[in-house]
């Protein structure tokens, strides 16, 4: 609807000598905060300055230059504004016959030039735990690939995991020191714990670290062939921790990157970057110096000349564009590498790399607990697994509160999904330039700003449908509408829109607000509304099997599935 409304306004404000673009246009129009003021307004002080006349004068002038429209009631200037009044029954008609029958693809925006765009996201490093803080980069991630498959665009999922240095070194080193009479195990907080336990004992003694070092060193080089048997064992067990992990999250990736793979060539690259003094020696480490761009001093090879994650970056940076001719490569990395991210960046410009411009940032914040910031170097997180557990005993007696009977094997099925939709909602819910203080009770609040709350409102329409049967006439335009089933109507329109915004700002959080007001409406709607037996039954019932491909489109773009029970 913004679309058809700034298409009017385009040429009503040509008429006037302003020539605006579509977009710029829809951008600048509001709903207004009651409905008496119509359904969507422009406001004109904007061109105050521009036609050096009173904007009151100026929404008046305008408006008289607006052809009329079947679509809407009315069109009348107020003050400054150009309210639009929606002729509601005639476009509640056109909506759902829309919805209903594009389904799926309802919302999808208008084709344009596909570009195929690597998302790199996770990142979740072995021999290390895979905690409540990975939720976010994963759900992000996994959220931004299915906007812009949904948008048009050829997607390739990427995996960047640490698999080699310093971590790996610590890990391996306790082992051998502390543990080498445990058996290995694929256990996520077994392997977690053996981390924690490295650096504990570093932190006790600064002079083990030597220790380690001499082991990094070795499987840099690669020559040791014991420990780098055991590199490899204890890298699968880590690797296969994750798969189950990502099967749960709902997410999957086309390509695996790890670091072992890319130390040669960053290595290769940093003697280049040093021959053309892009590079430098100091203090017998390898540097790039950006200070004079306020990005400090970045460090490509230690002194020992052990590769560092820069190096790495810059090589996995040229594979990516070299082996997958990809137009975009985008990094949904914490917000912590934030100068790291700059620095590889203005590296790559200072090379000439010709995808330098091609490359982009998308940061995401802290996930924190009540009792402050987590850390896989002291312990202080909640594994994935132990804390899945948790919300899925939740959830359980959550569920048999309403279904006392439910059988055993359909009680872990309905747990998992609701808990990992309410993990993930959570997560994406809020800017992602927002630290998050996670609580369990506020994630699953089966009343308030959840998933469970959403998926509730899904099963609830369902349930509606299924009693009504499927053989209801899809009558669309009977009667005058209800403030309730307009309202409804207003945001499943809306719905376009903020595909394009969540596309065009990278935010999932906006389509995660979308779907909990959507909810929302829906319920005002159902108990406003009688629905079955209604002498308005077949439109209401349509309304709801709108509602509901709408929300299950919304929800398939933040990653969660959408169930029929609850």
Not at 196 to 215: G, M, P, T
Not at 227 to 252: A, P
Not at 479 to 495: D, R, Y
Not at 513 to 519: F, G, K
Request: proline share 2%; hydrophobic share 40%; with cysteine.
């Amino acid at each position: 609807m913004k679309k058809l409304i700034a298409k009017i306004l385009k040429k009503a404000l040509a008429e006037k000598g302003i020539e605006l673009k579509e977009e710029e246009i829809e951008g600048s129009l509001e709903i207004p905060p009651s409905s008496d003021l119509g359904d969507y307004s422009f406001p004109c002080f904007s061109l105050k300055e521009k036609l050096k006349d009173n904007p009151v004068k100026i929404a008046s002038e305008i408006k008289n230059k607006i052809n009329s429209s079947e679509n809407f009631e009315s069109i009348q200037a107020k003050g400054a504004y150009i309210n639009f009044f929606l002729n509601r029954e005639k476009i509640a008609g056109n909506l759902i016959k829309e919805i209903l029958k594009e389904k799926d693809n309802f919302g999808k925006p208008d084709a344009k030039k596909k570009e195929k765009i690597m998302i790199e996201f996770s990142q979740a490093n072995t021999h290390k735990a895979f905690h409540v803080g990975h939720i976010r980069g994963t759900s992000i991630g996994e959220s931004l690939a299915r906007i812009f498959e949904f948008s048009g665009e050829k997607v390739l999922r990427a995996n960047y995991q640490g698999d080699s240095g310093m971590h790996v070194a610590k890990w391996i080193w306790c082992y051998k020191k502390y543990h080498s009479k445990e058996k290995l195990r694929k256990d996520e907080s077994w392997i977690a714990s053996i981390y924690v336990d490295s650096v504990k004992h570093l932190a006790e003694n600064e002079l083990l670290q030597k220790e380690v070092d001499v082991i990094n060193r070795k499987l840099s080089e690669g020559k040791d062939k014991s420990l780098v048997s055991l590199w490899k064992k204890t890298r699968k067990l880590s690797l296969d921790s994750f798969v189950k992990i990502y099967k749960e999250l709902n997410t999957h990736f086309d390509v695996y990157f790890f670091e072992s793979k890319v130390e040669k060539s960053g290595k290769k690259i940093t003697e280049e970057l040093l021959k053309k003094r892009i590079a430098e020696i100091s203090d017998d480490a390898i540097i790039v110096d950006l200070k004079k761009y306020n990005l400090g001093v970045w460090v490509l090879l230690r002194k020992d000349k052990t590769v560092l994650y820069s190096a790495k970056d810059l090589a996995l940076a040229e594979e990516k564009f070299k082996k997958f001719k990809l137009d975009k490569n985008i990094y949904v990395i914490g917000a912590a590498q934030s100068l790291h991210m700059a620095q590889l960046f203005k590296t790559l410009e200072l090379m000439k790399f010709k995808k330098a411009g091609n490359c982009e940032f998308v940061p995401f914040s802290e996930v924190r607990l009540p009792t402050g910031k987590m850390s896989s170097r002291t312990g202080e997180n909640i594994l994935y697994s132990d804390f899945l557990k948790e919300m899925t005993d939740y959830s359980k007696e959550e569920i048999k509160k309403r279904q006392p009977l439910i059988s055993e094997k359909e009680l872990e099925n309905r747990a998992l999904k609701i808990s990992i939709a309410s993990i993930k909602y959570f997560m994406l819910k809020q800017s992602s330039n927002r630290v998050i203080i996670f609580s369990k009770e506020d994630a699953l609040n089966f009343e308030g700003d959840s998933g469970a709350y959403i998926l509730y409102s899904y099963a609830r329409a369902s349930s509606i449908i299924k009693k009504a049967g499927k053989n209801f006439k899809k009558n669309l335009e009977k009667g005058k509408l209800e403030s309730a089933e307009f309202e409804l109507i207003k945001k499943l329109l809306q719905f376009k829109d903020i595909v394009l915004n969540s596309f065009s700002n990278r935010n999932p959080a906006a389509i995660a607000n979308y779907s909990y007001q959507l909810s929302q409406l829906f319920n005002e709607f159902y108990h406003a509304c009688p629905v079955i037996n209604s002498d308005r039954e077949d439109f209401r019932l349509s309304l709801i099997n709108s509602f509901r491909q709408v929300l299950k489109n919304s929800l398939y773009l933040l990653g969660i599935e959408a169930i029929e029970e609850m």
